[in-house]
T-cell receptor, first 113, second 114 residues
């Protein structure tokens, strides 16, 4: 079955540590995205990528970094510069960047103490 | 900054009733609109999308779009307890550097009680 796999489901880190969240898709989608969701909030776009080796900042990119070395993979690193990293992180993909419905992974819940 | 506004609720309806969820958006040129359902602790799943003014029906769900009023709604007929979830409205941005990307509302919590 095609889909998006995010791992791990839960992640715990100490403040000051960088952490990388994994996202892999086998839908052959060109576009991939990272969103952050806080309790009672909608989704906020962190980074997105339209093609391999290219990515763009979203609305809240500060303290995050990404790479897109393969079409299938779009890992997100939460750096120590991110002031409030505890959140629910969602990876998504779509056939293209234009007006396409998003397919979401199951999410990673990151807790930093 | 493009804005998408939803009443956060909670909206409580009895089983079997019609639930009406509303969304307004600021980007007048937006052409594509999406409704997602999100159960607690889970990721969003697409329910419907609508591109043209008017109504679009899919089973118990009807999406309504009025571009002149910058308003999109989702009606759920014969509401069931399993419909209890947060409903997210998403709008594709019309221009500039954000073209095509989705802006999400904060979501409306729906509770269907037996």
């Amino acid at each position: 079955d095609g889909g998006i796999t995010q791992s791990p489901k839960y992640l715990f880190r100490k403040e000051g540590q960088n952490v990388t969240l994994s996202c892999e898709q086998n839908l052959n989608h060109d576009a991939m995205y990272w969103y952050r969701q806080d309790p009672g909030q909608g989704l906020r776009l962190i980074y997105y990528s339209q093609i391999v080796n290219d990515f763009q900042k979203g609305d809240i990119a500060e303290g995050y970094s990404v790479s897109r070395e393969k079409k299938e993979s779009f890992p997100l690193t939460v750096t120590s510069a991110q002031k409030n990293p505890t959140a629910f992180y969602l990876c998504a993909s779509s056939p293209s960047i234009m007006d396409s419905p998003l397919h979401f992974g199951n999410g990673t819940r990151l807790t930093v103490t | 900054q493009k804005e998408v506004e939803q009443n956060s609720g909670p909206l409580s309806v009895p089983e079997g009733a019609i639930a009406s969820l509303n969304c307004t958006y600021s980007d007048r040129g937006s052409q594509s609109f999406f409704w997602y359902r999100q159960y607690s602790g889970k990721s969003p799943e697409l329910i419907m999308f609508i591109y043209s003014n008017g109504d679009k029906e899919d089973g118990r769900f009807t999406a309504q779009l009025n571009k002149a009023s910058q308003y999109v709604s989702l009606l759920i007929r014969d509401s069931q307890p399993s419909d209890s979830a947060t409903y997210l409205c998403a709008v594709a941005n019309a221009g500039g550097t954000s073209y095509g990307k989705l802006t999400f509302g904060q979501g409306t919590i729906l509770t269907v009680h037996p």
